[in-house]
């Protein structure tokens, strides 16, 4: 049978495809929430209009790599997704309803007629966004944290710990959001951005911190992961950058620049990114089995492989495209 597990280390493979899969939905799909999370506290209905019209052409694509990393994880690593599912079914039902009312909101806040009507697509789509954003934090908490399965039943997915992920991503999206804006927009609704940014970046930083110094103690295994001699030292540029990634952050607010907020707060979700893949590697069920002896029968991912090497640029393509031919400023009028 067709099988290129003797040539090529398939599981690494596609742990890498999944992991890039949910980086890019985050950050991707991650201004888009966190335009939502801000959208009721925007000046003016003007103001309204150009941040969902900022996001507008790039929203549905953007959730092609939810999709991707789902069926990636069922399709490559089978046993995994039927313990994490079960483990994480009321927060993904959560994110999922929070993500139908967003869609939603975006489909019928254009054509609402009366005042009532467009605060109902208004708050639809604020509180669709912040309920999937806090969902996924959650969830990601939890993930972190560890859980235990035992049959059909799990461990709760509910914890003081994942309760702090949960809010802590919402400003990280936040400062996507509005950093976004800055480099979108214009007139009022940039200046407004420019001036909030101070305030969540602020927010972001303490939840950094503060998940940073939980989490060692959540996992023997963590602790010594990071603490250890000589990995101490090998991974204090993590943090190093991260305390340089908001200073740079900080001064270009300051000097009035559009692009170098977005990007370099893009750059924090990277290096954020980077220490939760330090910290849960090679687990894919964390700290007790690793993905290597989870991953589907090298048949399968041979010819997963396969398709995944055609589809995966076609997406990447697709996604590069649409950017740049939407690139600029957005405007007050509608889209739809």
């Known amino acids: 049978m067709f099988n290129l597990a003797p040539y090529l280390d398939l599981p690494l493979i596609f742990v890498g495809i999944l992991a890039l899969a949910i980086f890019l939905y985050v950050l991707l799909d991650g201004f888009d929430l966190g335009i939502g999370i801000l959208f009721p506290f925007a000046p003016s209905k003007e103001c309204r209009d150009k941040m969902m019209n900022s996001v507008v052409p790039f929203w549905d694509g953007n959730e092609t790599w939810l999709v991707l990393g789902g069926m990636g994880l069922f399709a490559a690593f089978p046993v995994a997704y039927s313990i994490i599912m079960p483990a994480f079914y009321i927060p993904i039902i959560l994110m999922l309803l929070g993500l139908i009312f967003r869609g939603v909101a975006f489909e019928f806040r254009p054509k609402a007629e009366s005042e009532i009507e467009h605060k109902i697509w208004d708050y639809s789509f604020h509180f669709g966004s912040l309920i999937a954003a806090f969902a996924q934090g959650v969830m990601l908490g939890c993930f972190i944290q560890g859980f235990y399965c035992d049959g059909r039943s799990c461990q709760t997915w509910f914890s003081a710990f994942s309760f702090m992920v949960g809010v802590a991503l919402v400003f990280g999206y936040a400062l996507l959001g509005s950093t976004w804006m800055i480099m979108k927009t214009h007139g009022r609704t940039q200046e407004w951005a420019r001036r909030i940014t101070y305030y969540i970046a602020a927010f972001v930083a303490f939840f950094i911190v503060a998940v940073s ?124």
């Open 213 to 336: 110094a939980w989490t060692p103690f959540l996992n023997p295994q963590i602790m010594s992961r990071w603490f250890s001699q000589p990995n101490v030292f090998y991974l204090a540029p993590i943090p190093l950058l991260t305390l340089a990634t908001f200073f740079f952050l900080a001064r270009s607010i300051l000097k009035n620049k559009e692009r170098q907020p977005f990007f370099l707060t893009v750059f924090l979700f990277i290096l954020c990114y980077a220490g939760i893949a330090v910290t849960l590697f090679p687990y894919l069920i964390p700290y007790q089995v690793s993905f290597d002896r989870l991953a589907a029968a090298p048949e399968s991912l041979s010819f997963l492989f396969v398709g995944m090497a055609i589809t995966l640029p076609v997406i990447l393509g697709y996604t590069f495209y649409s950017y740049h031919v939407f690139r600029g400023k957005s405007s007050h009028g509608k889209m739809y």
